[in-house]
């Protein structure tokens, strides 16, 4: 299973396996990583799943979809590294991805 | 002070579902949102987006939904108390007193909160000096435009309420209008007229900027804003607006004395009923073995919690299964003819 690192605003590391299909939000949703609440559950309708990835990972990414960037506008101190994690499918691709979780969500 | 049988908190698809039950076997009931308007995630998130699994309904959108809910209630008198946030719950004797931040106030033995992820809010800056001056020169939404008259105002986001305003004020105020990219979400008629004052030099427009200081003892005089994460440029100011759309935020509810647990109250499944007898949680704020945040179940959840209002409200009468096809009484309470 690919591993993702989610790294809380204060450096903690959490290296979790996150089957392949679920989205990087739930990753940390079902293993309690603080930080990401998720209000809408992965809808694109909230901005609370918020992440900084990693830069070199940030272009082996799919790019993001209509709407992610519009909903970024109201995500907390969003910058060019920016994501909605609930739009990010985890992928064997992926294994090793890290993204950092913002001091707050709201 | 409203005496009712049953409050319900949040006008969401859960609530407005919810009255029609308790309508149905004879309770009356209030609703709370502080919202300026009725239906919850469905009118504020996503108006326009289709639904395709509420029940013998193969597609509505989320501002259809709600327009069904609301007629499906017309035959009964509700009273709704739009934009009021529900603050206080207080136990006395065997009935709750409820306080909203308009003062309002209800006594009811039964108070079943539907309040979805939490209350819909504002967003705020993120800079905690912000704080200092909201609401006297730092808002989030506008009551009085007349106070900016002849002011410089800067105005933060890139949605339609951020594009409207910076177009009204610009009439009679000088306006920055400040934005974190170059593309904006608005309607694309108010994305051009703001690229035209912009170009005419009525809007200051300033892309690719974030808010990074605001300054001033007493009074706001400056903010310090900064491009593409890299340079700073100072603007003197009078008023900061932030548009920055609205976050559900569970807010007072954490303080009522239930068990919460990742911003859901815990239920039984039998009443939907909390730690506190007589409070109930239904829909997408209450959480049990199983539950799924749908429409659906929300619907489920209000229908026996409903029941379970009847035996506190009426303490001396007997709840009575009836069907609203073959219930002379309901088809009555419905205004309906039966055959
Ligand atoms: C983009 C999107 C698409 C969706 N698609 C579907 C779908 O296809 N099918 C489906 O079944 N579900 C869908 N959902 C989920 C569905 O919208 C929710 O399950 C539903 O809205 C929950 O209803 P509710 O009434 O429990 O809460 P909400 O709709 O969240 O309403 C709660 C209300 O309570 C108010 N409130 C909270 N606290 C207080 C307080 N203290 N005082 C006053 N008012 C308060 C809030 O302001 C809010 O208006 C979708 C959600 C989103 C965001
Ligand atoms: S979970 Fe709401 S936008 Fe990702």
């Not at chain 1, 990693?54 to 799919?62: A, I, T, V």
């Not at chain 2, 597609?59 to 509700?78: A, N, R, T, W």
Request: charged share 30%.
């Amino acid at each position: 299973m690919p591993k993702i690192n989610y790294i809380e605003h204060n450096g903690k590391l959490h290296k979790i396996e996150v089957a392949n299909g679920l989205s990087v939000m739930e990753g940390a949703v079902q293993n309690d990583i603080p930080g990401i609440d998720a209000d809408c559950g992965g809808s694109m309708a909230c901005a609370t799943c918020h992440v900084y990835v990693k830069e070199e990972w940030f272009d082996k990414l799919e790019k993001k979809e209509d709407g992610e960037e519009d909903m970024l506008d109201m995500a907390y101190e969003p910058n060019k590294f920016s994501r909605l994690s609930c739009q990010l499918i985890v992928t064997d691709k992926l294994d090793g991805l890290e993204v950092t979780i913002p001091k707050k969500q709201a | 002070m409203n005496k009712t049988d049953a409050l319900i908190i949040g006008a969401g698809p859960t609530g407005l579902f919810t009255a029609h039950q308790l309508k149905l076997i004879g309770l009356d009931c209030h609703i709370v949102d502080n919202l300026d308007k009725i239906g919850g995630q469905c009118i504020e998130l996503y108006p326009d987006k289709p639904i395709y699994d509420i029940p013998a309904i193969p597609e509505c959108s989320g501002k259809e939904l709600i327009d069904y809910l609301i007629k499906q209630i017309k035959p009964f008198d509700i009273k709704f108390h739009l934009s009021e946030r529900v603050e206080q719950v207080k136990k006395e004797k065997d009935h709750w007193i409820v306080k909203t931040n308009n003062e309002t106030t209800f006594l009811t033995p039964n108070i079943i909160i539907a309040g979805g992820v939490g209350s819909f809010e504002p967003r705020k800056f993120t800079l905690k000096e912000c704080e200092k001056f909201e609401n006297k020169s730092v808002f989030y939404s506008i009551k009085d435009k007349n106070i900016f008259e002849g002011k410089t105002v800067s105005i933060f986001g890139g949605g339609d309420s951020a594009l409207d305003w910076a177009i009204e004020l610009s009439k009679n105020s000088k306006v920055n209008l400040i934005h974190r990219r170059d593309d904006f979400r608005g309607a694309q008629a108010t994305v051009d007229k703001v690229k035209e004052l912009a170009k005419s030099g009525k809007i200051n427009l300033l892309t690719k900027y974030q808010i990074s200081d605001v300054k001033g003892s007493e009074k706001l005089e400056s903010i310090d804003i900064k491009y593409d994460e890299k340079e700073t440029k100072n603007l003197k100011t009078d008023f900061v607006l932030g548009f920055f759309g609205l976050i559900m935020q569970l807010g007072p509810i954490a303080n009522w004395g239930l068990n919460i647990d990742k911003k859901t109250i815990e239920v039984d499944t039998e009443k939907f009923e909390t730690n506190q007898k007589g409070i109930y949680a239904i829909g997408d704020i209450c959480n049990y073995p199983g539950k799924l945040k749908l429409i659906l179940s929300g619907f489920h959840e209000g229908a026996l919690a409903a029941r379970a209002c009847f035996k506190l409200a009426r303490p001396n009468e007997k709840y009575r299964f009836e069907f609203t096809t073959s219930s002379k009484t309901i088809k009555k309470r419905l205004g309906v003819k039966s055959d």
